[in-house]
Structure formats: structure tokens, C-alpha cells
């Protein structure tokens, strides 16, 4: 009955490879993001998509590609890993109705990703 | 730009209060947010603010909003070592969609 779901939940790979984390929300939200933590617990956000439409895209690296195969699921493919990609990868939805909107967000537990 | 800023270390003795603080720069913030970060897990909503309030209290948690100064506030009262985590503060303007994190404040409970 988990809200928001990560996979995997650790994963570890060598610099140069092409891993995939996977996200599913069972809230009936329409919006959905990823966010990076780096070492410094800094969060930042990468995607944001609405009803499967890519909605914000931060200055994200062209490696890092957002799928959105309905509004339930945002998977994120990375290729080409480097090091400075190590971090913790969240997942997070959201009911959002536009700018006046509440808009909680949930986040899923993390991914926590790193490049040997 | 938005942005949203808090001190990055706080350490209280438990039966304390604890007091977070937040400052942020849009001006059209909407909804304001504190979350908890617990270790190895993901962030928790733990309150939220309407820009339109002063205050707003549930249980051992208060949240202060001065919107001319455009500065937050999150008290928790009688704190306990089971609060020791991180506490972002976030806000929301706006924009669609975009709600911008603070970068996290490391409360220690000191038994």
C-alpha cells in the first residue's frame, strides 16, 4: 500500500554504464518529479511531468532522460554514468490544480545510486 | 530568482524548544512547507502555511510566518531524540509546479 515506490532501492555500477530507476505512484496524482540529494543533503529538482508532459527541466545533463509512460509511473534512464552522479534520487508526486493549488508533494523512498 | 535559505546545523537538549528558521525571496509564495528528513529515508510533509497566515500550530509544532520579511518559523516544542533528523523548509509561488527546498537544516537532540 506504499504511496510512492522506488526501485531499486540501492544500486551500485561502474562510470560508464546505463541504469534505469523506476517510479510508480498509486495516489491518482497527475504530477510527478525527480530531485538529486547530493552529499550535502542539498535537494534539487531535475523533472516535472504533468499527465505523462514534461513540465519543468532543470539544467540536467542530456545523459539523464525522463520517461513517463502514463501518470502513474516516471522511470529515469542515465547513461553513460559518471562519479559526480552518485547521490540519492527521489521520487515525488503531487495533485497539482495550477499555480493555486496546494500541491503537497509525497516522495518516494530514495534511490540511493553509486558510480564506482 | 527564488530562492530559500536556512541555517545548516542545530543542536538543542531534549525538553528544549526547537526553533528552525527559513528566509525565501518570492514575494507571490503561496503555500509554505516544512518537511522531515529522517535518516536513509525520504522526505515527510510535516506541516504547511497558507501565505495568507500568521501562524498555524498542531500538536508540538508552530509555524510563524512573517510575510514582509518573508521569513518562516518552525518550533517544536518539548523536543525528543526522535527529532533529530533534517528539516527542510519549502515554498511554493506561482509558478506551476515548481516548489523550491531550502537546503536543509541537521537538528541534533542532545539526550
Known amino acids: 500500500d506504499t504511496a510512492v515506490s522506488q526501485t531499486p532501492k540501492y544500486l551500485v555500477t561502474q562510470m560508464g554504464n546505463d541504469k534505469s530507476i523506476k517510479c510508480e505512484q498509486n495516489?491518482?496524482?497527475?504530477?510527478m518529479y525527480w530531485y538529486k540529494q547530493d552529499s550535502k543533503k542539498f535537494l534539487k529538482i531535475m523533472f516535472s511531468y504533468n499527465n505523462k508532459e514534461l513540465i519543468i527541466n532543470e539544467t540536467v545533463p542530456n545523459r539523464f532522460s525522463p520517461k513517463s509512460p502514463d501518470k502513474a509511473h516516471l522511470n529515469l534512464h542515465i547513461n553513460s554514468l559518471e562519479l559526480g552522479d552518485s547521490a540519492v534520487y527521489f521520487c515525488a508526486s503531487s495533485q497539482d490544480h495550477g499555480g493555486g493549488s496546494l500541491g503537497t508533494q509525497y516522495f518516494g523512498p530514495g534511490t540511493r545510486l553509486l558510480v564506482l | 530568482g527564488e530562492d530559500v535559505e536556512q541555517s545548516l546545523f542545530l543542536s538543542v537538549r531534549e525538553g528544549d524548544s526547537s526553533v528552525i528558521n527559513c528566509t525565501y525571496t518570492d514575494s507571490s509564495s503561496t503555500y509554505l512547507y516544512w518537511y522531515k528528513q529522517e535518516p536513509g529515508a525520504g522526505l515527510q510533509l510535516l506541516t504547511y502555511i497558507f501565505s495568507n497566515m500568521d501562524m498555524k500550530q498542531d500538536q508540538r509544532l508552530t509555524v510563524l510566518l512573517n510575510k514582509k520579511d518573508k521569513h518562516l518559523s518552525l518550533r517544536i516544542a518539548d523536543t525528543q531524540t526522535g527529532d533529530s533528523a533534517i528539516y527542510f523548509c519549502a515554498e511554493k509561488g506561482t509558478s506551476y509546479d515548481k516548489v523550491i527546498f531550502g537546503p536543509g537544516t541537521s537538528l541534533s537532540v542532545i539526550p
Open positions: 495516489l491518482g496524482h497527475d504530477t
